[in-house]
Antibody, heavy 118, light 107 residues
Framework: EIQLQESGPGLVKPSQSLSLTCSVT?????????WSWIRKFPGNKMEWMGY???????NYNPSLKSRISITRDTSKNQFFLQLNSVTTEDTATYYC???????????WGQGVMVTVSS | DIQLTQSPSSMSASLGDRVSLTCQSS??????LSWYQHKPGKPPKPMIY???NLADGVPSRFSGSRSGSDYSLTISSLESEDTAIYYC?????????FGGGTKLELK
């Protein structure tokens, strides 16, 4: 069974960096597909942030392009999100998900709530 | 970016009702539209992919349809477990974008 699990700090100070890990079990992230980060804001708006592909290429939402980085550790079957210079507007629940292109996002992590506050 | 407009933003219906939620795209996306059900404390659950295809494990009372740039998610007979926020997502053109969601409640 494919499972994804986010982890990381639940509180980040403004202007600092947000760093999250997505640990994947049941599927090797280098075998195929794209591996995305998605967030849901208070108020229910959802935003696709970007992905790292099975080959290691990345694609980011232009709204975040200057602040976001998605990387991976293939030895641990994990991928990571770094979002720089965060503000209170980045307070959200962050999800990692597998993007199959044809089937869209078919597996999701449980989500991790991140609050940006001093 | 492609804009998806969901309507209504919220609604209430009774058990057994037929419910239709709509999602309108600002430009052509073909059938590259999916629907997700989101309940508090859980991850979004895939319901429909490629506009009309039922995701694995989704009850047959759910269906998806398309008419031009208008997409619908229909529940043929509402059950209590269907209360949630429903989102559409277009995956035709980057950046992928979500609709604003429809909150479905029981009357």
């Amino acid at each position: 069974e494919i499972q994804l699990q986010e982890s990381g700090p639940g509180l980040v100070k403004p202007s600092q960096s947000l760093s999250l890990t997505c640990s994947v079990t049941g599927y090797t992230i280098t075998s195929g597909y794209d591996w995305s980060w998605i967030r849901k804001f208070p108020g229910n708006k959802m935003e696709w942030m970007g992905y790292i592909s099975y080959s290691g290429s990345t694609n980011y939402n232009p709204s975040l392009k200057s602040r976001i980085s998605i990387t991976r550790d293939t030895s641990k079957n994990q991928f990571f999100l770094q979002l720089n210079s965060v503000t209170t507007e980045d307070t959200a629940t962050y999800y990692c998900a597998r993007d199959t292109t044809d089937y869209s996002f078919d597996y999701w992590g449980q989500g991790v709530m991140v609050t940006v506050s001093s | 970016d492609i804009q998806l407009t969901q309507s209504p933003s919220s609604m209430s219906a009774s058990l057994g009702d037929r419910v239709s939620l709509t999602c309108q795209s600002s430009q052509g996306i073909g059938n590259y539209l999916s629907w997700y059900q989101h309940k508090p404390g859980k991850p979004p659950k895939p319901m429909i992919y490629y506009a009309t295809n039922l995701a694995d494990g989704v009850p047959s009372r759910f269906s998806g349809s398309r008419s031009g740039s208008d997409y619908s998610l229909t529940i043929s007979s509402l059950e209590s477990e269907d209360t949630a926020i429903y989102y559409c997502l277009q995956y035709d053109e980057y950046p992928w974008t979500f609709g604003g969601g429809t909150k479905l409640e029981l009357k």
